[in-house]
């Protein structure tokens, strides 16, 4: 597989902000057999995915829950890391309006950069 864009062939696995500000067209080849070279060079990755970027994605899946004061509840949390050397986390947070609490919950990601976590709140 290959991608062109108006500008020039890209190895990368995303394509410049210019295709999105002042246009132009993008063209995918596909061979047959997968080039598993494409992409993988370590400028490849998506900007964001780099210092300064986000390591780690996270995920509620039900991000709405009910709490009646006093009491606590959880919320199952998904995360992913997107970037290697990070082992652990620690989840914490605050409420914007007083009231809640949440307790911190740390945990480790699996060998594939996933982890599942349920973190508590308090109303």
Excluded at 14 to 26: A, C, H, N, R
């Amino acid at each position: 597989m290959g991608c062109a864009s108006t500008v020039r062939p890209l190895d990368q696995t995303y394509l410049p902000e210019s295709i999105i500000t002042t246009g132009g067209d993008v063209a995918f080849e596909l061979a047959a057999v997968p080039n598993k070279q494409w992409g993988s060079g370590p400028s490849s990755a998506p900007p964001s995915f780099g210092a300064g970027g986000s390591a780690v994605t996270v995920n509620v899946p039900r991000p709405i829950i009910r709490i009646t004061p006093g009491t606590t509840r959880t919320v199952r949390v998904d995360l992913q890391r997107m970037i290697t050397g990070i082992d652990e986390f620690t989840i914490t947070g605050e409420s914007s309006t007083g009231g809640s609490t949440v307790v911190p919950t740390s945990g480790r990601f699996a060998e594939n950069g996933s982890a599942t976590t349920r973190v508590g709140i308090t109303a």
